[in-house]
C-alpha cells in the first residue's frame, strides 16, 4: 500500500470541477486517493457535469460511502498525508468548525486536524457571514488551511479550465504534491 495518500471530500458547493481536477492531477502525481463525496456533492456533480456517480468514482482509488463511518480513512491510524476538500460548501465547514462529524467527510477532516495533518478547505460561498467567518477562525485556529479557490488574473487565464487548474495546483502545493504543470510567477 502507498503511504502517499490523500483523502479528497467533495461537498455540496458549486464548483465540483475542482475536486474532478484535483483527483486527476493526484493520479497524475502517484498519489492514492480516497474519496468521500456527499450526497449534495452528488447533486452537483449531476448539475454541473456529465459524469455518473461511477464515471467521478473511477477517477479515484478508492471510494467511501459518506455514510461508512467505519471505514479506514475514519482513524488516524489509517495514515495519509492529508486532506483536501474541494468545493467545501459552507455546511461541511461549520461541521468540520464544531467537530461535528455527522458523516464520514467531516470525520476523516477531524481525523487529519486531531493527527496534525494537512487539511485545505476550498471554501466556497459569497458573500459571508459571521458564521462563516467564525467557522473559518476556528477551522484555521486548529491548523486547518482554508483556501477559497480565489481566480489569480495576473496569469491570463483564457478558459474556465485554467482558473481551475491553477487553484488545485495551488491547494495541491500546500499538501506538498508535486505540480510540474503549474504556473508560477518568477519561475
Ligand atoms: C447547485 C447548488 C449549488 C450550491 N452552492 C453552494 C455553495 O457554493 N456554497 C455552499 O456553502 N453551499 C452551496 N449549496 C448548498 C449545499 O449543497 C447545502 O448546504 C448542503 O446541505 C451541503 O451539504 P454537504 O456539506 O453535506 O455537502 C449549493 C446547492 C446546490 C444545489
Aim: hydrophobic residues 45%.
Amino acid at each position: 500500500m502507498s503511504e502517499r495518500r490523500l483523502v479528497v471530500g467533495i461537498s455540496g458547493a458549486t464548483g465540483i470541477a475542482y475536486g474532478i481536477r484535483a483527483l486527476e492531477a493526484a493520479r497524475k502525481a502517484g498519489v492514492e486517493t480516497h474519496l468521500v463525496v456527499t450526497p449534495a456533492g452528488q447533486q452537483t456533480r449531476a448539475y454541473e457535469t456529465d459524469l455518473s456517480a461511477r464515471d467521478l468514482a473511477e477517477m479515484a482509488d478508492v471510494v467511501h460511502r459518506p455514510a461508512d463511518i467505519g471505514a479506514a480513512i475514519a482513524s488516524g491510524s489509517f495514515r495519509t498525508i492529508g486532506m483536501l476538500v474541494a468545493p467545501c460548501s459552507i455546511r461541511t465547514l461549520s461541521a468540520i468548525a464544531y467537530a461535528n462529524n455527522d458523516n464520514l467527510l467531516t470525520r476523516a477532516a477531524d481525523v487529519t486536524l486531531k493527527e496534525r495533518r494537512r487539511l485545505v478547505l476550498m471554501v466556497r460561498e459569497t458573500p459571508l457571514t459571521l458564521a462563516h467567518l467564525r467557522a473559518m477562525t476556528a477551522v484555521t485556529e486548529m491548523g486547518g488551511i482554508v483556501m477559497p479557490p480565489v481566480p489569480a488574473f495576473y496569469l491570463r487565464p483564457a478558459t474556465v479550465d485554467d482558473v481551475v487548474d491553477h487553484s488545485v495546483g495551488r491547494a495541491l502545493d500546500l499538501l506538498g504534491i508535486e505540480q510540474p504543470d503549474l504556473p508560477r510567477w518568477g519561475e
